[in-house]
């Protein structure tokens, strides 16, 4: 668990909520089918794979088991989430190809030109400084390495509309979200080609119902049980939130995609 001087953002109650709703080990949204979406024309077979906030673990074991990946290391801020990540690999027999780190928010305890893959779902979001990142990203890879990822972004100012504050203080998660410009700009400028984005938005206008269904009637009682009725009205109350804020334009989940440029010779 993790200790008072670093309060944890994901703590198991919160955790029990997110898989209540997007599955085992998922704690964003969409589960494997998403994971399919975001890999859907690349393979990754065979491939060192690093899943930078690696959260549960489910997607470094669905890399490895179903893409074929020849390792993962998955990162983390959470002590607590590395330890339940590496239970569930251990599970899963793949010890031996996935391994989980903890790090400290900032520059990746990872060499130079050491991976072929980096890949994130849904973390970018809490760190504050992206073009950093990205750059990191772009030093671990090896030439025509591929980043693909994740992350929740932002409309333009006209879509932060009051329901969409309504729905970021309301959450109280460090969220610091760029928008789809910008990012593009930011990928390309830490020296990624090829880059590209998919807005999601429209996708998760449809999937926030089934998250609104997984918080009403028999499913309700049922997660009361778990988290307790004040957690499952916290829950309740955020998507009822999110929902505005996605459909005002403003949470715009969306995939990119960047290589590392080959060397030239
Ligand atoms: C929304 S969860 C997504 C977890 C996982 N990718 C998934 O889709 O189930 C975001 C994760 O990012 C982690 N995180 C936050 N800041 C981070 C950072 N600077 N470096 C690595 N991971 C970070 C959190 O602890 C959390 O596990």
């Known amino acids: 668990m993790s200790t008072p001087e670093t309060a944890s953002q994901y703590t198991d109650q919160f955790n029990t909520a997110l898989q209540w709703m997007w599955g085992d080990g998922y704690l964003?949204?969409?589960?494997?089918?998403?994971?399919?979406?975001?890999?859907?024309g690349l393979s990754i077979k065979g491939a060192d794979v690093v899943d930078i906030g690696c959260g549960l673990g489910?997607?470094?074991v669905l890399l490895t088991e179903q893409y074929e990946a020849g390792s993962v290391i998955g990162i983390d801020v959470e002590a607590h989430l590395i330890e339940q990540s590496t239970a569930r690999a251990v599970a899963a027999g793949l010890d031996d190809r996935i391994r989980f780190q903890l790090v400290e928010p900032?520059?990746?305890?990872?060499e130079n030109d050491s991976l072929d893959v980096v890949f994130s779902k849904d973390a970018i979001v809490h760190m504050p400084d992206k073009v950093a990142f990205y750059r990191e990203a772009l030093r671990v890879l090896r030439p025509g390495g591929l980043m693909v990822g994740s992350d929740w972004l932002?409309?333009?100012e006209t879509t932060l509309t009051a329901n969409a504050q309504n729905w970021l203080d309301f959450v109280h998660l460090d969220f610091k979200m760029m928008n789809l410009e910008d990012t593009h700009a930011s990928i390309s400028s830490a020296g990624f080609k090829d880059v590209s984005l998919r807005d999601r938005n429209s996708w998760y206008q449809q999937e926030i119902q089934k998250e609104i269904g997984a918080l009403e009637g028999e499913n309700l009682t049922k997660l009361k049980s778990l988290?307790?009725?004040?957690?499952a009205a916290y829950r309740q109350e955020s998507s009822r939130l999110k929902k505005c804020a996605i459909d005002d334009g403003f949470l715009r989940p969306t995939h990119f995609l960047g290589f590392k440029p080959e060397v030239e010779i």
């Open 28 to 40: 964003a949204p969409g589960g494997p089918e998403e994971i399919a979406e975001m890999l859907k």
């Open 106 to 110: 900032g520059p990746l305890p990872l």
């Open 154 to 156: 932002r409309g333009d």
């Open 58 to 60: 489910a997607i470094a």
């Open 227 to 231: 988290i307790g009725e004040k957690g």
